[in-house]
């Protein structure tokens, strides 16, 4: 079946620009989570939504990142007003139960 | 708070060599485990995974074994080959129930050459 799947897969803005990242996740994942990679570094968390419990933002490192999430279905990850450290790849992952699945990543880079 | 500590790569082993990646955590409780792997221009795709303590992990001849006394979970192969080499990071589950964050190590760097 089709796995998790994000866009754009490239993404290339100007320092204070607004950018969204799309993730549409594997039909029937209660769970979403949105990672973000940045070069040489392993994976940082960031958000993450279960079902209709609040989700948990717990990794966001600025008040300029926010996502939502419709459902349990498609989300968006925004990043306002992007800085240069914001460039990395932004990986979106879901699951069922344990196993996350993740998708292919939107690499953003701010110029 | 919770964290995953990887050997530092790159890990660099000829064909058939035996690999060893160490992988050692701190958190409350036992989380489950898990080996990611990412090869070279790919997502990243789970390797093994062990839900409790004693548990082994195994998939494409590599194994891990949860061990709770050294607070451990290193990755181990018998005979490497080229196209093992990829970054593998090593990460626990921090939530409630079946789902939470994943908090990964590092990532350790392997290159097999032939």
């Known amino acids: 079946g089709a796995g998790v799947s994000q866009s754009p897969s490239n993404k290339v803005t100007e320092k204070g620009k607004d950018v969204e990242l799309r993730c549409d996740p594997i039909?029937?994942?209660?769970?979403l989570y949105w990672y973000r990679q940045r070069l040489g570094q392993g994976l940082e968390f960031l958000i993450y939504?279960?079902?209709?419990?609040?989700?948990?933002k717990s990794g966001l490192p600025s008040d300029r990142f926010s996502a939502e999430r419709t459902g349990e279905s498609v989300s968006t990850l925004t990043i306002q007003r992007t800085q240069q450290e914001d460039s990395a790849v932004y990986l979106c992952?879901?699951?069922?139960?344990?196993?996350?699945?993740f998708g292919p990543g939107t690499r953003l880079l701010v110029l | 708070g919770d964290s995953v500590t990887q050997m530092e790569g790159p890990v660099t082993l000829s064909e058939e060599a035996f690999l060893t990646i160490n992988c050692t955590y701190t958190?409350?409780?036992?989380?489950?485990l898990f080996w990611y792997v990412q090869y070279p221009g790919e997502g990243l795709q789970l390797l093994l995974k062990a839900t409790k303590a004693d548990d082994k992990g195994s998939n494409k001849g590599f194994e891990a074994t949860y061990r709770k006394e050294t607070t451990s979970f290193h990755l181990e192969k018998g005979s490497v080959q080229v196209s093992d080499s990829a970054v593998y990071f090593c990460?626990?589950?921090?939530?409630?129930?079946?789902?939470?964050?994943?908090?990964f190590g590092q990532g350790t760097t392997l290159q097999v050459k032939p």
């Open positions: 039909s029937g994942h209660t769970a």
């Open positions: 939504f279960q079902g209709n419990s609040a989700p948990d």
């Open positions: 958190a409350t409780g036992y989380p489950s």
């Open positions: 992952a879901s699951s069922i139960q344990e196993t996350q699945y």
């Open positions: 990460a626990l589950l921090r939530g409630s129930g079946n789902t939470g964050k994943l908090i």
